[in-house]
């Protein structure tokens, strides 16, 4: 069973950092890309950032480019999102969501909710 | 703010069939795969619908997908309470670079 356990959300004041795990299990991560999507409290999906199965590929939102760097560690089978100068439109529940194909994501995490706020 | 296009509610009574467009352009729905995710109130979003017609192992054939063009179709037949969520489409879009989802439709059963 495909299980993604997101970690490290939490609440950060604006211009603050925070780093975002998935720990991934249930199927080869190494052969997989992966991806960040968000969720702004009531609002609806918002892809952040992709990276190949061998992190050769790597791919962020307008949104959060500059500021945000996701990576991966295959040996450990997990993924990040670095997060910096974070702003209050930032504020969202992130998930980690492992890749089908282009633009397709399998399997999702329960997500870890961060709120930046002063 | 989204490049695809779903309209932000439908409904339909127990057994009946409902329908969800999604809009696009060549750039996404027109050139990639288009895929499909349910969200029930307060969970994390499950994929119903990949590589525009497939449905993942355990999905119930009440669902269906297809796509045209630039625009793409999820049905579901049989309506169900338990169908109540959110559901949105996603595809690549190859000028962006970027994955890209739908606006979201809830769907109402009456």
């Known amino acids: 069973e495909v299980q993604l356990v997101e970690s490290g959300g939490g609440l950060v004041k604006p211009g603050g950092s925070l780093r975002l795990s998935c720990a991934a299990s249930?199927?080869?991560?190494?052969?997989?890309?992966m991806n960040w999507v968000r969720q702004a409290p009531g609002k609806g999906l918002e892809w952040v950032s992709s990276?190949?199965?061998?992190?050769?590929?790597?791919y962020y939102a307008d949104s959060v480019k500059g500021r945000f760097t996701i990576s991966r560690d295959n040996a450990k089978n997990s993924l990040y999102l670095q997060m910096n100068s974070l702003r209050a439109e930032d504020t969202a529940v992130y998930y980690c969501?492992?890749?089908?194909?282009?633009?397709?994501?399998?399997?999702w995490g329960q997500g870890t909710l961060v709120t930046v706020s002063s | 703010q989204s490049v695809l296009t779903q309209p932000p509610s439908v409904s339909a009574a127990p057994g009946q069939k409902v329908t969800i467009s999604c809009s696009g352009s060549?750039?996404?729905?027109?050139?990639?795969?288009v895929s499909w995710y349910q969200q029930l109130p307060g969970t994390a979003p499950k994929l119903l619908i990949y590589?525009?017609?497939k449905r993942p192992s355990g999905i119930p054939d009440r669902f269906s997908g297809s796509k045209s063009g630039t625009s793409a179709t999820l049905g579901i037949t049989g309506l169900q309470t338990g169908d109540e969520a959110d559901y949105y489409c996603?595809?690549?879009?190859?000028?962006?670079?970027?994955?890209?989802f739908g606006t979201g439709t809830k769907v109402t059963v009456l």
């Open positions: 990276i190949s199965s061998t992190s050769s590929y790597i």
């Open positions: 590589e525009n017609n």
């Open positions: 996603g595809t690549w879009d190859s000028s962006l670079s970027a994955n890209v």
């Open positions: 969501a492992r890749g089908l194909g282009f633009g397709e994501l399998a399997d």
């Open positions: 249930g199927f080869t991560f190494s052969s997989y890309s």
């Open positions: 060549s750039s996404n729905i027109g050139n990639n795969y």
